[in-house]
Every structure is written in structure tokens, then in C-alpha cells.
T-cell receptor, first 114, second 115 residues
Framework: GAGVSQSPRYKVAKRGQDVALRCDPISGHVSLFWYQQALGQGPEFLTYFQNEAQLDKSGLPSDRFFAERPEGSVSTLKIQRTQQEDSAVYLC????????????FGSGTQLSVL | DQQVKQNSPSLSVQEGRISILNCDYTNSMFDYFLWYKKYPAEGPTFLISISSIKDKNEDGRFTVFLNKSAKHLSLHIVPSQPGDSAVYFCAASRDSGGSNYKLTFGKGTLLTVNP
């Protein structure tokens, strides 16, 4: 595709519900990142994939958060038993080789947990 | 603790004038800095970057200055245009240590350029 695509654009979940957020990176991009942006804050790093390998998951806030990229392309960020503090915009980004300035962000998924 | 700080939540300037956005960092291990621009309902887009071996980088109307001793960088936009109105994020990373892919962002500054 032309850019990084994320779906859904908006997600409302009841507390305790599980959610899955999808990211379609730019075709051919090796590196994929997830960032979390809370209201009024800058994006915060969650996890990094190189192809299908998750090389860094140090930013995941708890074991309720899980990310995968099984075939080295589409990635899914799953949040189990959502809590109100999980409400944020979840941004996916991809790059060809992990170079910071060539990082392309999607428009994000805005998650609201009620 | 915020390692990258943008202390001005907002800035308003007149079209044609200079916009100066500031950023401070506390982690002396940071050695690569970037500015991202974000329009509403869109993801951030890369604007300009600077390595710690330089003190200035210029790209068209955009110039980034780095003062390592003060742990301070600034983005200058000259001349400012209404289309520059957006949130600007300062970001930092470590070129060394194996985690150069990880960006630490500030909270952003909302720039409004008035016609």
C-alpha cells in the first residue's frame, strides 16, 4: 500500500474486554514498531520487530500486552483484560531498515476503555 | 521522569515570521535527535534530524540547532507558513548501545501560524 495502514481507526472497549489492533506496514519494510500515545503526551515505545522476530518488547506496560508479526508483514497488538489506563492512541510505524528518519507512521488506533 | 522535554505546549506566530521551537533533554547518552510534525488524525511525519557530531542541520525553511553542553536543541522555521500549523515533537535516541531504533519523544508543541 501507499502508507502504513491501521485498523480499526477507533475502538471502544468495556473494561475487562480483550482487543486486537492491526497494522499493515508499507510493503517490503523490514522493521515494525508499536508506540503508545496517551492524551497530552508524546508517543512512547512499546515494541520492535525485525521481520517476524520481536527483538525488543521492553516497552510493553504489562503482560496483558502482546504483539505478534507471524509472517513478517502484518502485525497485531493484543491487549487482554483492558483497563482504563490503556486508553490511548496506538501508533504503528515501519521502516525499510530501522533507520529513524525513514520511519513511517500510521494514523493510529484510538482506544477508549470505559 | 521526562528525558525529553518540550516546555512550551503551544506557540503562535504570524505568517512570514520565524518560529522557534525548543527542546531539552536530560539523558547525556542521547546522540541523535529528530523533529516530527503531526497533523490532527494523522501519524507523525519525519521533518529533520541532527547527529551530536554537528551543531546545525538545515533543510529548506527548517533548521535544527544543537547545543550539547546545554542539552538543548531548537527547530527554526523561516518563513513560517499557515500550512506549518501542527504539533511538533522532538525525539531522541542513542546511536550506540544497540537500541538506536528506539525513539524517546517529548510531549509536543502546538504551532499555530496565523495568516
Amino acid at each position: 500500500g501507499a502508507g502504513v495502514s491501521q485498523s480499526p481507526r477507533y475502538k471502544v472497549a468495556k473494561r475487562g474486554q480483550d482487543v486486537a489492533l492491526r497494522c499493515d506496514p508499507i510493503s517490503g519494510h523490514v522493521s515494525l514498531f508499536w508506540y503508545q500515545q496517551a492524551l497530552g503526551q508524546g508517543p512512547e515505545f512499546l515494541t520492535y520487530f525485525q521481520n517476524e522476530a520481536q527483538l525488543d518488547k521492553s516497552g510493553l506496560p504489562s503482560d496483558r500486552f502482546f504483539a505478534e508479526r507471524p509472517e513478517g508483514s502484518v502485525s497485531t497488538l493484543k491487549i487482554q483484560r483492558t483497563q482504563q489506563e490503556d486508553s490511548a492512541v496506538y501508533l504503528c510505524a515501519s521502516s525499510f531498515g530501522g533507520l529513524r528518519e525513514k520511519l513511517f507512521f500510521g494514523s493510529g488506533t484510538q482506544l477508549s476503555v470505559l | 521522569d521526562q528525558q525529553v522535554k518540550q516546555n512550551s505546549p503551544s506557540l503562535s506566530v504570524q505568517e512570514g515570521r520565524i518560529s522557534i521551537l525548543n527542546c531539552d533533554y536530560t539523558n547525556s547518552m542521547f546522540d541523535y535527535f529528530l523533529w516530527y510534525k503531526k497533523y490532527p488524525a494523522e501519524g507523525p511525519t519525519f521533518l529533520i534530524s541532527i547527529s551530536s557530531i554537528k551543531d546545525k542541520n538545515e533543510d529548506g525553511r527548517f533548521t535544527v540547532f544543537l547545543n550539547k553542553s546545554a542539552k538543548h536543541l531548537s527547530l527554526h522555521i523561516v518563513p513560517s507558513q499557515p500550512g506549518d500549523s501542527a504539533v511538533y515533537f522532538c525525539a531522541a535516541s542513542r546511536d550506540s548501545g544497540g537500541s538506536n531504533y528506539k525513539l524517546t519523544f517529548g510531549k509536543g508543541t502546538l504551532l499555530t501560524v496565523n495568516p
